[in-house]
């Protein structure tokens, strides 16, 4: 997938998800304003609920269609060419967010705990996305086999939720 069309698709993930935090009561949500690198890996969002404040990190899988695996994201290319910690591998929310289609859902769940789920079910780590002008693909990252995933889900009754499928039309 081109990197503009990721972007983009994920923004309106963000979009979507801060839409439903309103719905379910939160206050005060807003997107990480940070530039630097660094601090926008932390969080994508943040909100207040009952005076507490949560983040999460987001992320949309519009591979998983046709792919039959569910990717997380851990490192990315940064602007010298080399991979650096991204995603599930650095962020620092409290919940990760993933979107995948087919079914077309999102859960919710504790970020660290999902890292070591992944590392757990992970049957490959490899480069995804895009490719750059070097050659190189922008990301690195485990999958894990949709069917793995979504019997964890069905079976641990991880917060899950079905969404429009419009959210990833561009």
Known sequence: MEWDKAINIGTRAEDYFMDRLQEWGFEKIHRNPAYDLNAMRAWDVKATKGGREYTFEVKFDAESAGTGNVAFETHQIDANGNYV????????????VQFIRQPDLFIIHDSEYMRQWVEKHSYRFMTMGDVLSTGQKRCLGHLVKKAV?????????????????DLIKI
């Open 85 to 96: 910690h991204s995603g599930l591998g650095v962020t620092e929310a409290t919940f990760w």
């Open 149 to 165: 995933f979504l019997a964890w889900i069905e079976k641990t009754k991880v917060a899950n939720y079905e969404y429009e499928l």
